[in-house]
Nanobody, 123 residues
Framework: QVQLVESGGGLVEPGGSLRLSCTVS????????LAWFRQAPGKEREGVSC????????SHAHSVQGRFTISLNNAKDTVYLQMNSLRPEDTAVYYC????????????????WGQGTQVTVSS
């Protein structure tokens, strides 16, 4: 059974930083893409960042380029999203997702999803 468990959300002031973590269990294939998505109230879910387990290829949405960084731990079973220079418009529930294809593209259909973690940017 594949499970993705996110952590690290919370309340932060504008300009602050947070690091989200997502631990994957039950999926051991070398080829996989891990990604972060977010959904703000009243808005559609959008892809934020993805990373390929096999070659480390990454991709970021234009709205977060230069502010967010996605990375993997050495065991490649945990994906991180380092979020800097946070803005109120970054407020959303952030979801971790896995695509078995291994191709780092945000608009692909991701098969496995975590439960989400709330990020609120407010003064």
């Amino acid at each position: 059974q594949v499970q993705l468990v996110e952590s690290g959300g919370g309340l932060v002031e504008p300009g602050g930083s947070l690091r989200l973590s997502c631990t994957v269990s039950g999926f051991t294939s070398y080829y996989a893409t891990l990604a972060w998505f977010r959904q703000a109230p009243g808005k559609e879910r959008e892809g934020v960042s993805c990373i390929s387990r096999s070659d480390g290829d990454t991709s970021h949405a234009h709205s977060v380029q230069g502010r967010f960084t996605i990375s993997l731990n050495n065991a490649k079973d945990t994906v991180y999203l380092q979020m800097n220079s946070l803005r109120p418009e970054d407020t959303a529930v952030y979801y971790c997702a896995l695509d078995p294809s291994g191709i780092c593209i945000l608009n692909r259909p991701y098969q496995y999803w975590g439960q989400g973690t709330q990020v609120t940017v407010s003064s």
